[in-house]
């Protein structure tokens, strides 16, 4: 089992940087949309999960 997560851990590691050069911008206004999203619905008052 810890294989199994140390394995998965590496690979995602390795995407990380892969795509920090070729997807960084896209996925920083990813975030920044999601931030937002979270905030409006914290403001109006509906739940977030």
């Given amino acids: 089992m810890l294989e199994m997560i140390a394995i998965a851990l ?3 590691w390795i995407l990380g940087f892969v795509t920090a050069y070729t997807m960084g ?3 920083h206004i990813l975030l920044v949309i ?3 999203v979270v905030l409006l619905r914290v403001i109006r008052g509906r739940r977030v999960l």
């Fill in 10 to 12: 590496v690979v995602l």
């Fill in 25 to 27: 911008g896209f996925i």
């Fill in 34 to 36: 999601a931030v937002v």
